[in-house]
């Protein structure tokens, strides 16, 4: 966490552009007085999913305080872009405060922005007075919050801060770092076949024998874009990730193609398999059903794999439908 210095920077101005929860656009002189908390975050990025949880309970703690939380919705990936798609996410998410649709990144420049989640402090006068980028030791960033609030009332009555709901997140807690996140198209460059990635055409790959963590590996044909590999065989593609943590996530989609998605929605089923072997329930992430399939129905992060502990594995999805696409793979050291 980052102070700014009073009168150093004021808060850049909410940008024109589409928002939800609010029947109008907000902006900085409707909030002036207000302590504000702005959330730049993304409805496919796992980092950004462990912190909502903290952040809705202080918008409901403290906005009867003096509060007002704004989400500003950043998207990594094209689809990020799409309205319906983040209105489902926000609605599945239980967000009521107002979500900016931050499509062009302006907010994002504006506030000299760097990762994927952040979140600024604003005092009652505009200022800008926090920056926390990442997640956990959501302790600190709940004491600046009332510190703050106590700012623009002395009087205030504020609870103790909320202890975190996982291990994970007590600050300075030791955990075995894992396999880092893998991107699959062009920017990532995480494809570990030797035939490289695809140009216009579909290349037919072949897994190797030997395959190592860092990276991950095909089977079947596919095309790669800057920032997906879509599927485009007939028979059945398959994905192959040695890795090492104790969960498994991906961001995947039924079809690459937006039009596609929307005249012909579909589930595509893909099969994920650990060690050559089907999931048992107890290691089942909590998007596979119980006889252990994963159902793709749109574009966002699907929890695979959820290990007993810090593990080594190699994850298998196998896939038969043309046009499914998978964007990253992240593993985490708690479940």
């Keep these: 966490m980052y102070e700014y210095r009073r009168g150093a920077a004021r808060a850049p101005e909410f940008v024109s552009g589409s928002w939800l929860n609010t029947a109008q656009p907000v ?16 409805y496919s990025c796992g980092e950004c999913l462990r912190t909502l949880p903290y952040v ?59 990762m994927w989640p952040t979140k600024y402090l604003i005092d009652r006068h505009g200022y800008l007075r926090y920056r ?41 807690r030791s955990t075995p770092r ?29 897994l190797p024998t030997r395959r190592v963590d860092g990276a991950f590996y095909l089977a079947g044909a596919w095309q790669s874009s800057e920032q997906y590999l879509a599927y485009q065989g007939q028979t059945e593609g398959t994905v192959q990730i040695p890795y090492e943590g104790e969960a498994v996530y991906a961001v995947l989609t039924p079809h690459v193609d937006v039009v596609e998605r929307m005249l012909h929605p579909r589930l595509v089923q893909v099969e ?11 290691r089942q992430g909590t998007d596979l ?7 793709v129905d749109r574009p966002r992060l699907y929890h695979l794999i959820r290990n007993p502990g810090f593990e080594r594995h190699e994850v298998t999805l196998r896939i038969k439908t043309r046009g499914f696409g998978f964007y990253t793979f992240s593993f985490s050291s708690g479940g």
């Excluded at 918008?59 to 489902?88: D, K």
């Excluded at 609870?159 to 709901?165: F, G, K, L, S, W």
């Excluded at 880092?180 to 035939?195: C, K, T, V």
């Excluded at 994920?272 to 107890?282: A, R």
Aim: aromatic share 10%; net charge negative.
């Design 289 to 295: 059903t119980a006889d252990g399939r994963l159902l």
């Design 27 to 42: 902006t900085l002189a409707q909030l002036w007085g207000q302590v504000m908390l702005v959330d730049i975050w993304d």
């Design 132 to 172: 926390y980028e990442g997640y956990g030791d959501y302790a600190a960033l709940e004491a600046a919050l009332q510190g703050l609030l106590r700012e623009a009332d002395p009087d205030v009555e504020l609870p103790p801060v909320i202890e975190p709901a996982e291990a994970a997140d007590r600050p300075g």
């Design 56 to 114: 809705r309970q202080w918008e409901r703690r403290y906005q009867a305080r003096g509060l007002q939380v704004i989400s500003v919705h950043t998207p990594r990936f094209a689809f990020g872009r799409e309205q319906t798609q983040v209105e489902l996410a926000a609605a599945e998410l239980d967000l009521t405060y107002p979500v900016l649709l931050d499509n062009d990144f302006q907010m994002w420049m504006a506030y000299k922005n760097r």
């Design 272 to 282: 994920v398999w650990q060690d050559e072997q089907p999931l048992g329930t107890q």
């Design 178 to 206: 894992p396999t880092p996140p893998l991107y699959a198209g062009l920017q990532g460059r995480a494809l570990g076949n030797p035939e490289g990635y695809a140009g216009v055409a579909p290349i037919v790959y072949s």
